[in-house]
């Protein structure tokens, strides 16, 4: 399984190849079928695999572990810049990039990742609601508007990794995106 996650996450879904998978699984065709059914199969047990990982669980450990939103957010964007540079794996993360470039064939694999990217957003809105309930954030602060703006410096800051940034410079983004975080 985790070859199959390294090779996705470096290549993508559409990229990579039954036979590309099968070789480094060390793996005859035949034996990838009959334990997973097809590539698409593999794909969805290969980010549920990466999601339990502590490289794609980060974000809601912290969600879960921090007493407060921002903490939370906080600990998600600075462990995203940690996590995403860090030349043990390919950059970025997983669900955000193995679907970019996707061909018509692939829209499966699209809606997927995109309904575990939209799955994210709504446990940020969550938490989010939960602080204004709780003051931590004001009356006018907009939940919705605020996971948005979070999700895209997230899904920013994987693409700035697989381009090359470093984790300096990721975690000046994280510090800038936490500048606007409203007052209470």
């Known amino acids: ?72 957010f906080a600990r998600i964007l600075r462990e995203a810049a940690d996590i995403y540079p860090d030349p043990t794996h390919p950059a970025g993360c997983l669900t955000i990039s193995a679907a970019t470039n996707v061909a018509r064939s692939g829209d499966e694999a699209e809606a997927f990742l995109r309904d575990l990217r939209n799955r994210n957003l709504a446990a940020f809105e969550a938490r989010l609601s939960e602080a204004r309930r709780d003051d931590e954030l004001p009356v006018s602060a907009d939940p919705h508007r605020l ?9 920013g800051m994987s693409q700035r990794a697989r381009d090359g940034a470093t984790a300096d410079e990721l975690r000046a983004t994280a510090d800038l995106a936490l500048g606007v975080w409203p007052k209470a």
């Open 1 to 72: 399984m985790d070859a199959a996650t390294l090779l996705f996450w470096e290549r993508g879904y559409e990229a990579t190849s039954i036979g590309e998978l099968t070789e480094a699984m060390g793996i005859r065709p035949g034996s990838l079928y009959a334990a997973f059914g097809d590539k698409m199969s593999l794909f969805k047990e290969v980010v549920e695999h990466y999601g339990r990982s502590p490289l794609g669980a980060f974000v809601g450990v912290a969600l879960d572990e921090e007493p407060s939103a921002r903490a939370a």
């Open 147 to 155: 996971a948005a703006f979070f999700a895209a410096v997230i899904q």
